[in-house]
């Protein structure tokens, strides 16, 4: 007999064991609560938040609205975040790889509320880091963003969701300030060039 999730349940079984059995199939692939763009997981803390490692995957998502600017075709198996600006700038990074989740060749795309697209990262390599550095927000408005990837199943997965609205040393006004002049070293490979942008 088929149930409302199109999966389908064996007669004969007990009741108890026929209904675990539908249940743990339908809740293998239940869709993520922000599959869709009218049910973005609001980010209330943008100082330097990040998510629990592997906090947030597109397991069982379905493709809606917009696409993020730099995938070809798409949206594919987009999932959907969003926030308020309180600054002029944000920061966006998905990463994925160990510890930090399963997704592959990761895309991330920012909007304006009503669907314009601002800026897009996509991966460089399988796994890995992407990020968005966007400083024109308009305080007090609402803005999306979304994770997605390829069309290809075998690249669905976890990741973590790290933002900021606070600018950092991409853009010369966010210039990191080195305090200790007195034979000062940072810590091995502290600082990188990895998703800069062209400014100054």
């Not at 009218?38 to 592997?54: G, H, I, M, R, V």
């Not at 998905?94 to 669907?115: N, Q, R």
């Not at 803005?143 to 976890?158: A, M, Q, R, T």
Request: proline share 3%; glycine share 10%.
């Amino acid at each position: 007999e088929m149930d409302r999730s199109g999966f389908v349940c064996i007669p004969g079984l007990s009741i108890f064991f026929a209904a675990f059995l539908c249940l743990t199939w339908t809740g293998a692939v239940a869709q993520p609560t922000n599959d869709n763009k009218d049910q973005a997981f609001e980010l209330e803390e943008l100082l330097n938040w990040c998510s629990k490692d592997a906090q947030f995957t597109n397991v069982g998502s379905s493709e809606d609205n917009e696409k993020a600017s730099c995938l070809e075709n798409g949206p594919n198996y987009n999932v959907w975040f969003k926030f308020r600006a309180s600054t002029e700038n944000i920061q966006i990074v998905v990463k994925a790889g160990g510890s930090k989740g399963t997704m592959k060749f990761s895309y991330l795309g920012l909007f304006e509320d009503g669907g314009r697209a601002l800026a897009c990262d996509e991966y460089k390599d399988e796994q890995g880091d992407i990020g968005i550095v966007y400083n024109n927000l308009n305080l007090g408005n609402w803005y999306y963003i979304s994770v997605d990837h390829p069309y290809n199943p075998k690249y669905i997965g976890s990741f973590t969701l790290c933002v900021t609205d606070e600018l950092g040393y991409d853009y010369r006004d966010g210039a990191a300030e080195l305090l200790n002049l007195s034979n000062w070293c940072s810590a091995n490979a502290a600082f990188t060039t990895k998703g800069a942008s062209p400014d100054g």
